[in-house]
């Protein structure tokens, strides 16, 4: 690294031939030296064994520089935006790749830092004082038959069941009845069963629409009559009732669909004209300087009039202005692109878990009407007075689906509750068994 010190008071007395800057008091040497020195320091942090994906956090520090730290996300297409020290692709590179990458573009650049004095200290970095960090994971997704569904912070060597306890544990809920038997209270239970079981219609309807959605396959049988104790017309209006939800949903889709496709359109049509606009830049700014220096070899040939040259130099200022400026639009313009693009895969995510946490909630309301209705069908058959929690549920159990991304495919990968988890993973948990086989009665 190369460190040099000014003093912004007196700038223009002698000039620093080796960059393009003005040297400063002899006193400020020592300052610069103990900065160089400062910034020779590197020290290593112990790296994680995941490599880089999408939702990975990262920070970029320099040694002595903590100011100019900075932290920064890798976006949807694997590339981390480090601001001043440029873009990079980070998707599937271990820290140390992407590092040595970042140290050797940083190679050359130039940092100014001010003292208290005023003084200002030109630093050209070699890259050795570069070093990246991993200060977050992406977040592990957990849903199905857990209290709480949501994301869960990764930490390296979490297995399944450590998730689901994160999660406040499995869901499995009773619900019981008074198990004293009179008229009323048997009309009671003949009305909570008759619930019970549209509970249950409903839930199964809701399932079969979250699952066209999910899958986009309108063409999945939807629940038969004879999966629910409700009558075939019930039945009916229950999934005319999710169509009309699933049309709606539809067409909000297709109008969130349209505005990014619309948007991302003009922004390519812009970025198009920008660059035919920089490619029309490019050349007249290169007529300008060759003009100039044409000019210049006159000027001092005596053949023509020393304002000229100043004319011609304002005209080559003003085409290099032009060409800065469609530059800077060009990049505003590539922006917006990487964002809507981004957007657009966040908005798909976003569609996708609400589709399922929607079939999961489903699942669990059948799930819970199913055991009411077991419940009161025991207490109409008469056998109430053997009734009890521990005949009701036989065996608490779950099973884990994890949805993890290999090769660029999603895949839905079947684990032990001991599996170790990978950032980024989608949970799905289920209760195998909540209730006995019992028979329901009409």
């Not at 830049?281 to 044409?294: H, P």
Request: hydrophobic share 40%; glycine share 8%.
């Amino acid at each position: 690294m190369a460190v040099w010190c000014f003093d912004m008071t007196n700038r223009s007395k002698t000039e620093f031939r080796g960059f393009s800057g003005w040297f400063g008091h002899p006193s400020g040497l020592l300052g610069a030296c103990a900065c160089a020195a400062l910034l020779a320091f590197s020290a290593g942090p112990a790296r994680a064994d995941f490599d880089l994906e999408p939702g990975d956090q990262v920070t970029v520090s320099l040694t002595g520089l903590a100011d100019l730290s900075i932290d920064a996300t890798i976006d949807a297409h694997g590339n981390v935006n480090l601001q001043w020290l440029g873009e990079f692709p980070a998707q599937g590179q271990s820290l140390d790749r992407l590092e040595q990458m970042v140290r050797q573009e940083a190679a050359g650049k130039i940092v100014k830092q001010y003292d208290t004095n005023g003084e200002i200290y030109i630093i050209q970095l070699d890259g050795d004082e570069i070093e990246i960090t991993r200060n977050g994971y992406r977040p592990i997704i957990i849903g199905g038959d857990v209290a709480r569904t949501g994301q869960i912070d990764f930490r390296p060597t979490i297995t399944a069941r450590e998730a689901v306890a994160l999660a406040g544990g499995v869901r499995s809920r009773l619900l019981a009845d008074d198990v004293t038997i009179d008229p009323i209270q048997l009309l009671r239970w003949q009305t909570a069963y008759g619930q019970a079981a549209l509970q249950h219609a409903h839930g199964l309807a809701q399932i079969w629409r979250a699952s066209t959605e999910i899958l986009q396959d309108e063409d999945l049988p939807p629940p038969a009559p004879h999966q629910v104790k409700v009558s075939a017309k019930v039945l009916t209006e229950l999934i005319e009732e999710q169509i009309k939800i699933r049309k709606i949903n539809q067409e909000n889709e297709a109008g969130e669909r349209a505005f990014f496709e619309d948007a991302a359109e003009q922004a390519t049509e812009r970025e198009s004209i920008l660059e035919e606009q920089k490619f029309e830049l490019g050349k007249a700014l290169a007529a300008d300087e060759e003009e100039e220096a044409r000019v210049i070899s006159l000027t001092e040939r005596g053949l023509t009039a020393g304002s000229r040259l100043a004319d011609t130099r304002r005209t080559t200022v003003l085409s290099a202005t032009r060409l800065l400026e469609v530059e800077e639009d060009l990049a505003a313009t590539g922006l917006v692109l990487t964002r809507l693009k981004r957007d657009r895969e966040q908005y798909e995510q976003e569609r996708t878990l609400r589709l399922l946490q929607e079939r999961r909630a489903a699942g669990l309301e059948v799930r819970d009407a199913s055991v009411q209705m077991d419940t009161i069908s025991k207490y109409l058959a008469g056998a109430s007075s053997e009734i009890g929690t521990e005949d009701l549920i036989t065996d608490i159990d779950y099973e884990v689906t994890i949805y993890r991304v290999v090769d660029g495919q999603l895949q839905a990968l079947p684990a032990e509750k001991l599996t170790r988890l990978l950032p980024g993973d989608s949970l799905d948990i289920a209760v195998q068994e909540v209730a006995g086989d019992v028979p329901l009665t009409e």
